[in-house]
């Protein structure tokens, strides 16, 4: 096997050129500059005006076929009448519809008797809360909580009528537990 000393160096000294030759076409040349726009062969003309005797004293007319134009006005012969607000049609006679039927679960009378003394207490309990508030400067969560008191009080009253101890119980209690906290807020 005979070997060639200058094929060698030839191809090893191959991928270097090749390197050298990308990396010139790639980069292009920095020194030059690109052209700029010259604005001195840029020359600004004035208008071409014709000469006055050519102008028309009188345009002509241009014949048109208005029935093929939209009406975009209506017009009335009587100005339109102004508009008066109708007086509210008057209220029959209060009539009632007639309550429906309420509901109220059948409970033994030992519950039921259970019910109303704890009712009572509950309520009772509430007011003298509320009575603690009496005369005090509130903050609005105190303010909500006695409108919220007062509220469950009386939806209790309203199931005691009714005769629903069950409700009122339940009612009464919200009110009891909630007068609670108003009091511990003092």
Same mark, same amino acid.
């Given at each position: ?15 270097? @050129? ?22 001195? @062969? ?7 005006? *014709?000469?006055? $005797? ?15 134009? *939209? ?7 009587? *100005? ?9 049609? +008057? $209220?029959? @006679? ?25 009712? $009572? ?20 969560? /105190? ?9 469950? +009080?009386? +939806? ?11 409700? @009122?119980?339940?009612? +009464? ?7 609670? /906290? ?5």
């Amino acid at each position: 096997m005979l070997i060639n000393p200058t094929a060698s160096k030839f191809e090893s000294k191959l991928p270097l @050129a090749l390197v050298c030759f990308w990396a010139l076409t790639i980069s292009g040349c920095y020194a030059k500059k690109p052209p700029s726009a010259h604005l001195a @062969a840029i020359r600004l003309g004035s208008p071409n005006v *014709p000469p006055a $005797e050519s102008f028309i004293d009188s345009p002509r007319d241009i014949p048109t076929d208005e029935s093929h134009l *939209p009406q975009l006005v209506i017009s009335h012969t009587a *100005p339109l009448r102004p508009r008066v607000a109708s007086t509210p049609p +008057s $209220e029959p @006679a209060h009539s009632e519809k007639p309550r429906e039927p309420l509901m109220v679960p059948e409970v033994p009378t030992a519950d039921m008797l259970a019910a109303k003394s704890d009712s $009572e207490h509950s309520l009772a309990v509430a007011e003298k809360n509320l009575s603690l508030a009496s005369g005090k400067s509130l903050n609005p969560v /105190q303010q909500d909580l006695i409108s919220k008191v007062r509220g469950f +009080s009386d +939806s209790a009253r309203d199931a005691m009528k009714a005769g629903d101890w069950l409700r @009122a119980k339940n009612l +009464s209690k919200k009110a009891e537990v909630l007068s609670a /906290q108003l009091a511990e807020s003092f």
